[in-house]
């Protein structure tokens, strides 16, 4: 290697967009700004947003808890509703409502008699409801009710989604739900009576999805 007035001189190279400075046998690469922000866009290009997502937590499973406060009471039949992560409007004041599109529900929860009931209504202001035992994250028993609403779009087309409403802000504050948290609601039977329970979850590392 030469040098130059006692001091090392550096080779600089150019190799493959990289720029890599070499002075003795130490050596560091850095990417030129171009490739910087080509690899930003690359990035934001495939990030998902989760809120229009419903991931599935592994393995899928309603938590010990909860399975012993069911039994306790008496209640059979569980079943998963809706995995999905909280909007806004899921934990806003003034909406007072968790939303349960339908397009979202793994599984038919409702009997045929139940899902007529609820489809004798025809908007949000004037629907058919019908009050049930909610399980809340805490454990907390509460009755909440249950509404089917026909939300109509600027373009006439309606979108159909089921809704728990009446103390759901209640529940919100009591349980800390905060927007972007995913919740999982689950349904059971207590002598044919429908009755939910809902699960906070989050994500861990490895894919898997705890309750808290």
């Known amino acids: 290697m030469d040098v130059v007035d006692g001091e090392m001189k550096i080779e600089k ?26 690899k930003k866009k ?7 947003d989760q809120r229009y997502t419903t ?15 069911i039994r306790d009471l008496g209640g059979s039949d569980i079943a998963l509703i809706i995995q999905k992560c909280l909007f806004k409007t899921d934990v806003s004041f003034g909406h007072n409502r968790l939303s349960i599109p339908l397009n979202q529900i793994r599984q038919t929860f409702l009997t045929p ?18 009050e049930v ?13 249950l509404r089917k609403w026909e939300m109509k ?16 802000n209640s529940v919100a504050w009591r349980n800390a739900l905060r927007e972007d948290e995913t919740v999982q609601l689950w349904s059971f039977r207590i002598n044919s009576k429908l009755c939910l329970a809902l699960v906070k979850r989050r994500a861990k590392s490895n894919g898997y999805f705890i309750e808290f």
């Open 42 to 48: 690359q990035k934001m290009a495939t990030r998902c």
């Open 153 to 168: 779009k600027a373009s006439g087309s309606a979108t159909s989604m089921y809704v728990l409403v009446g103390k759901w």
């Open 13 to 38: 190279e150019y190799d493959q967009g990289f720029r890599v400075e070499h002075e003795g046998d130490d050596h560091q690469g850095r990417l030129p700004e171009s490739s910087k922000i080509k």
């Open 113 to 130: 008699q139940e899902t007529e009931f609820l489809n004798s209504g025809n908007n949000e202001k004037k629907c058919s409801e019908m």
């Open 55 to 69: 991931p599935t937590p592994t393995p899928l499973d309603l938590p010990i808890k909860f399975k012993k406060r």
């Open 133 to 145: 035992m909610l399980i809340e994250p805490s454990l907390r028993r509460d009755t909440i009710s």
